[in-house]
Each structure stands twice: as C-alpha cells, then as structure tokens.
C-alpha cells in the first residue's frame, strides 16, 4: 500500500499550489480519501476529504472557499488546490486513506478512521 504525496514547494502569499496524492496497493474506489496538515508545534488538522467513489467532497469548516479537493479515478490520484495562500497554510500536507467508511466532513476530526498515511509535502507560504 501506498500514498504519495506531491507538489509542496515554496510560495508567495496570494499564489496557488496543487497538490496531488497518488494511492496503490488497495481498492482505492472503496476508499475515502483526505488531506490534512500540520504546522510545527501544532496538531495535524483536516483540511478535505472525498469519497473517491463517488467525488462527494467535505471540507473543515475552516477550510472552506480556499480549498478545492478533486480526484482522477484513471489514475488513483486525489488532488488538493489552494488558492490565495496566506502564511498560516504553511506546513506538511499529508493525504490517507480510510476503508469501507461512509464520506463525511465527520472524517476530517477522526484521524483515527485513517488506515493508511502517505510521507507529507512541505508547503511553505512566505513573502
């Protein structure tokens, strides 16, 4: 089993990023998979998650308006835009992948739920 992220780098703020998360090695189609990030010193937070099956989309209420997640069903891959990016969005994104649950913004505050973690892309916004 596998998630990789990709597409962290370094940006000015008011600039987009998209990142992209590539699964392998179980039913990706049965899967709901989400993004979240972790700044230093603080607890990782969900950002968006998508039942890959479908492409029903939930966000963290604080992750609303700025924050697209998408999915490429051809090529097991969920993607995560950000626009307008401001210093706080500064940090590790992770994607990971939950089995056979049911979609739902529910899922951003259970990281337990999770079954599968990919490695994290660094994302830094800074003028």
């Known amino acids: 089993v596998q998630l990789v992220e990709s597409g962290g780098k370094s940006v000015k703020p008011g600039e987009s990023l998209r990142l992209s998360c590539v699964a392998s090695?179980?039913?990706?189609?049965?899967?709901?998979i989400g993004w979240f990030r972790q700044a230093p010193g603080k607890e990782r937070e969900g950002v968006a998650c998508?039942?890959?099956?479908?492409?029903?989309?939930y966000y963290a209420d604080s992750m609303k308006g700025r924050f697209t997640i998408s999915r490429d069903v051809a090529k097991n891959t969920a993607y995560l835009q950000m626009d307008n990016l401001k210093p706080e969005d500064s940090g590790d994104y992770y994607c990971?992948?939950?089995?056979?649950?049911?979609?739902?913004?529910?899922?951003?505050?259970?990281?337990?739920?999770?079954?599968?973690w990919g490695q994290g892309t660094p994302v830094t916004v800074s003028s």
């Open positions: 998508i039942s890959f099956g479908d492409g029903d989309s």
């Open positions: 090695g179980f039913n990706v189609g049965d899967s709901v």
């Open positions: 990971a992948a939950a089995l056979l649950v049911l979609g739902g913004q529910w899922l951003l505050y259970n990281i337990d739920e999770y079954d599968y």
